[in-house]
Nanobody, 121 residues
Framework: VQLQASGGGSVQAGGSLRLSCAVS????????MGWIRQAPGKEREFVAV????????RYQNSVKGRFTISRDNAKNTLYLQMNSLKVEDTAVYYC???????????????WGQGTQVTVSS
């Protein structure tokens, strides 16, 4: 399966961005889908995950209430709506697919190439 993330960019603190992830090669509904980010000099960290059916989600505590993960299986696309962005949200954001519903970064089976999100003060 191939994943292509897009939608990153530069925004001021308090602003919003919407990331998208196009899934090809397999039907997206075969997988649980997540967003993982990596800030400069730091390890990759879990951001959000959505179950293959779309009926269950989990978020990292620092993004709860600000980020919303969603999916459109008919379009084979995953989304991450990011509101009230903070400087500390600056990172490369990756979409990833997993057979299991997990918040563990190491469990994801397939990864996209990443999209840069930069939040300035």
């Amino acid at each position: 399966v191939q994943l292509q993330a897009s939608g990153g960019g530069s925004v001021q603190a308090g602003g919003s961005l919407r990331l998208s992830c196009a899934v090809s090669g397999r039907t997206s509904s075969d997988y649980n889908m997540g967003w993982i980010r990596q800030a400069p000099g730091k390890e990759r960290e879990f951001v959000a995950v959505i179950r293959w059916s779309g009926d269950k989600t989990r978020y990292q505590n620092s993004v709860k209430g600000r980020f919303t993960i969603s999916r459109d299986n008919a379009k084979n696309t995953l989304y991450l709506q990011m509101n009230s962005l903070k400087v500390e949200d600056t990172a490369v954001y990756y979409c990833a697919a997993a057979v299991v519903f997990t918040t563990s970064v190491s469990i994801y089976d397939y990864w996209g190439q990443g999209t840069q999100v930069t939040v300035s003060s």
